[in-house]
């Protein structure tokens, strides 16, 4: 009687866990089936908007940086060989002179006066020579007269250009064309060899010096391009060019000196200005991508590419090798070729292979960001 009960229970169990499962199977394909009917109404996936880039190939340079101070191409002290007094000042501070033009003159009353007697002296001489040696000629001169007058007109000759010398020292000319500074004497003031009198620069054009690392003494050559600005002219940059390299490297700093020449027409640059420099080197054509399209994933580097025909294009991921960086753009070494299409904004709803819907055209952004923003 007992067995026969246990059997009955067991098949009720049984019966219990068979109908439980179906109910289980029924309850969970419902939602599936469902899921299944919505997909099939909606179709394939929409196509994700996103903003793309044609990958150009552009111009890149490495650029050493460094301070430097301006020097004038050419720069005198204006001063005196003799003490004497000003008769004369030719010109105002600031003036642009010409080369051998006269700047100051000095007293010389006394010395145009020995001037004049000099000049009577070698006429005179000068009429005695010609007429001995017209005389000679004839015989009724002696050699040793001739020989005579011959010296008198020599030592007559020679006076009159020391004073003329003289004269010359007591009138100071520009040395070459440039721009005078501010002047230190007045007329009638005395002036002894070494005073200054006033500062002539020639600034047509104008020279950098600044230091380089030696580490970098490879990469240096004369003609390389320089960019200099100074904080007294914050929108302008002054281009010029490496003229000279120093010899030798300073064994403080280990550094080299540099010389750049800059064009300085419009006159704006002075001497003693401390400039920041730009040197430029290493010129060459690269892969220029925006560097909004980066995509970095540990020390490796993604970009998304469109592929495909209109229509039916998808977005690739590629790994890159990159270079140098400058404001907005990335050197590309590897990687990517130009005509490239790159995905420069979207990029953070993609996943390899999915299909896009690139836009290229002017206002592209405002119209993929702002139809999701209303």
Known sequence: MSAARGEHVDMAQDAYSFISSRVR???????????SVEASAQGPRKPIDVITETVVESEFVDTIEGLGTLLANEQVEVTTLITERVSAINFNDGDRV????????FAQREEAALLSEAQATLNEASSELRRSEQLEKRGAVSETELSQRRREFGVADARFKAIEAQIEDRVIRAPFAGRVGIRTVSVGSTVSPGDIIVRLVDDTVMKLDFSVPSTFLADLAVGEQVVARSRAFRDSEFTGVVASIDSVVDPVTRSV??????????????????????????????????EEALIPSGDKSFVYVVD???????????????????????????????????????????????????????????????????
Request: hydrophobic share 45%; aromatic share 4%; net charge neutral.
């Open 257 to 290: 000196l540099v010389r750049a020449i800059i064009p300085n027409p419009d006159g704006l640059l002075r001497p003693g200005l401390l400039m920041t420099v730009d040197l430029l080197f290493n010129r060459r054509g690269a892969i220029a991508l925006p």
């Open 98 to 105: 010409e080369a051998d033009q006269i700047l100051v003159e």
């Open 25 to 35: 199977a029924a309850v969970c394909a419902v939602p599936l089936l469902f899921l």
């Open 308 to 374: 495909g025909a209109p229509g039916e294009q998808t977005a690739q991921r590629r790994e890159i090798q990159i270079g140098d960086r400058r404001f907005g753009e990335v050197e590309v070494l590897s990687g990517l070729k130009a005509g490239d299409q790159v995905i420069t904004e979207g990029a953070i709803k993609l996943r390899p292979g999915a299909r896009v819907n690139p836009k290229v055209s002017e206002g592209a952004t405002a119209e993929l960001f702002g139809a999701s923003g209303g």
